[in-house]
């Protein structure tokens, strides 16, 4: 079975500067996706950025951008010039490829993201 | 215009009763899901339908039943509540085909006494 585990469980970081989160997860399959979602306390889960296991281009979205290592089977999560908006939970999560079968996401344990002023 | 929506966005209960989580998509998409993140904000797959179709169900108590009358709705009904049942429920959606994106609700946070 796939897991997906963030090893952070809190993180904190000065607004304006970099904070990067960590993400490993384990698969045998080799077409899949990654995702990172955010939670912030309203409690909805909003996609941050996503990742094709098939494109060695890491994926960037604005001030969020990932680092996808498939051979390490790690993808982290990089907030540039962070913001007082950016405080939430953070989510990795695995899908499975394909258009049969499960399309379940995996969900990582979440890290806790603070912004200091 | 909302796209994924839950009703009620809260419900408390007594241990024992029976309830029911509504949710509605208005994407087009073919496939719903319900998620269940417990106290630790751990979250985790309970049901998938396809085109109405039941396609995963984790292992979870058979107390909670879902229903999809239709590709747009997605409902759970929950038996005879326990205190462990006390989470937020999520409903997604999604297109097989298309981005792979699931869109979730805004959840419900189901507390159990």
């Known amino acids: 079975a796939q897991t997906v585990t963030q090893s952070q469980p809190e993180m904190s970081v000065q607004e304006a500067e970099t904070v990067t989160l960590s993400c490993t997860y384990d698969?045998?399959?080799?077409?899949?996706?990654l995702f990172w979602y955010k939670q912030p306390p309203s409690r909805q889960m909003i996609l941050v950025i996503r990742?094709?296991?098939?494109?060695?281009q890491n994926a960037t979205e604005n001030r969020f951008s990932v680092n996808f290592q498939k051979a390490a089977k790690s993808f982290s999560l990089k907030i540039s010039d962070s913001q007082l908006g950016d405080a939430a939970m953070y989510f990795c999560?695995?899908?499975?490829?394909?258009?049969?079968?499960?399309?379940?996401?995996?969900f990582g344990q979440g890290t806790r993201l603070t912004i200091n002023p | 215009d909302t796209a994924v929506s839950q009703t009620p966005k809260y419900l408390v209960t007594q241990m024992g009763n029976d309830k029911s989580i509504k949710c509605e998509q208005n994407?087009?998409?073919?496939?719903m899901y319900w998620y269940k993140q417990d106290s630790k904000k751990f979250l985790k797959i309970m049901f998938s339908?396809?085109?109405?179709?039941?396609?995963i169900n984790e292992t979870v108590p058979n107390r909670f039943s879902p229903k999809s009358p239709d590709k747009a709705h997605l409902n759970l009904h929950i038996n005879s509540l326990e205190l462990g049942d006390s989470a937020v429920y999520f409903c997604?959606?999604?297109?097989?085909?298309?981005?792979?994106?699931?869109?979730f609700g805004p959840g419900t946070r189901l507390t159990v006494l």
């Open positions: 994407l087009g998409h073919d496939t």
């Open positions: 997604a959606s999604s297109q097989v085909t298309g981005g792979n994106e699931q869109f």
């Open positions: 990742q094709e296991a098939y494109k060695q």
């Open positions: 339908y396809n085109n109405k179709e039941l396609i």
């Open positions: 698969t045998s399959e080799s077409d899949y996706y």
């Open positions: 999560a695995y899908r499975r490829g394909g258009i049969q079968g499960a399309q379940k996401l995996v």
